[in-house]
């Protein structure tokens, strides 16, 4: 499902009715300025959770725009968010019709971003269960505007925590992680994590690229800025575990997990092989005296390397 986004192209998007997006999706809200942050809090049931953080985050004082992406959550988050744009001027509601899973709804979120004509120079996303801390959010801005393009909230990091998880979902969490930093090449300790801060730049170059469908979005967004060469750094965070309501991460969600890391192993793996063919064949090419780079056969695997 594409979001038609073409016609968001208005300054304020003052007019969310005109907007063409999916006809099963909604857009509810205005924006009447320029933010300089926004901020992506993807829901599904979290009625229990997201008044007390959208006041959280008001409170903070950075004047974000706010942007709930809610997959007609049956226990009425939604409702509470229009409630509370009444109040507030800055929060914009992207309803879809049903659950599509969080790697789709920031990627949406990133669409409807880029295709306002006065973007936000960063873009800050979290888990809207209380788990992440918004007052967090002015560490990442303050690396993001030293320039780096994607700062993590790390539990994993020095400094970093997790509270109120079992150990052995600790311990998952932490092999999930140790295996993505390794697969990735990267030196952040924790991939998997939802809070985040992106510069726009980041999010302009990549969102074309990301497929993800659920919580692989979050390795997948760390390849990306390892493979393009955006700068990446991560912050400790305490990660709480949520009060009210459940973790929606199912079975299916770790198989595509799981099948996402192997992919990414797996061209790793490939991208090794072809560095050391590579190196093999223009030792043969020396040894025999012919130009490398006259090679048809050097050129064509050159070729395959930067498509992996
Ligand atoms: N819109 C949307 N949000 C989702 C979906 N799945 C999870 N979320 C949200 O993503 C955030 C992280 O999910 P959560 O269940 O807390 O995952 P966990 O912290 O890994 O257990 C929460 O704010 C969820 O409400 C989904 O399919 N669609
Ligand atoms: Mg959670």
Redesign the pocket.
């Known amino acids: 499902m594409k979001l038609g986004l073409t016609s968001l192209q208005t300054s304020y998007m003052p007019e969310m009715s005109k907007v063409k997006v999916s006809p099963s999706y909604k857009i509810k809200g205005k924006i009447d300025r320029k933010h300089e942050v926004a901020i992506i ?6 009625a229990g ?1 997201i008044r007390k953080l959208i006041e959280q985050i008001e409170n903070l004082k950075i004047d974000p725009l706010i942007l709930v ?3 007609s959550s049956p226990d009425g988050t939604s409702k509470i968010v229009e409630n509370l744009q009444k109040k507030y001027s800055n929060i914009l509601l992207l309803i ?1 019709p049903s ?4 790697g ?2 920031i990627t949406d979120a990133f669409k409807i971003i880029l295709s306002l004509k006065n973007k936000p120079k960063y873009v800050v996303t979290m ?3 209380s ?1 992440h801390n918004p007052n967090d959010i002015p560490r990442l801005l303050s690396l993001a505007r030293r320039g780096y393009d994607l700062v993590l909230g790390s539990r994993y990091c020095l400094g970093g925590k997790v509270e109120k998880w079992s150990p052995i979902r600790i311990l998952i969490s932490k092999i999930a992680n140790k295996f993505a930093s390794i697969f990735l090449n990267t030196k952040i300790n924790d991939c998997t994590s ?1 809070f985040r801060c992106y510069s726009i730049r980041f999010i302009k170059a990549v969102t074309k690229n990301l497929h993800s469908q ?2 692989e979005i979050q390795i997948e967004t760390v390849r990306q800025a390892a493979k393009n060469g955006f700068f990446a750094t991560e912050i400790p965070i305490t990660f709480v575990n ?1 009060k009210i ?5 199912t079975l299916n969600e770790i198989k595509q997990f799981l099948l996402f890391m192997m992919k990414v192993n797996l061209e790793r793996y490939f991208t090794i092989r072809m560095d050391k063919l590579v190196m093999l064949a223009q030792s043969q090419l020396r040894k025999a005296n012919i130009d490398s780079l006259n090679s048809p056969f050097l050129s064509y695997i050159e070729y395959v390397k930067r498509l992996t």
């Open positions: 809090l993807p829901t599904y049931c979290e959770n992406i809610d997959d879809r659950k599509m899973g969080l789709t709804a888990d809207a269960d788990s939802g659920t919580y949520r309501g459940k973790s929606k991460l």
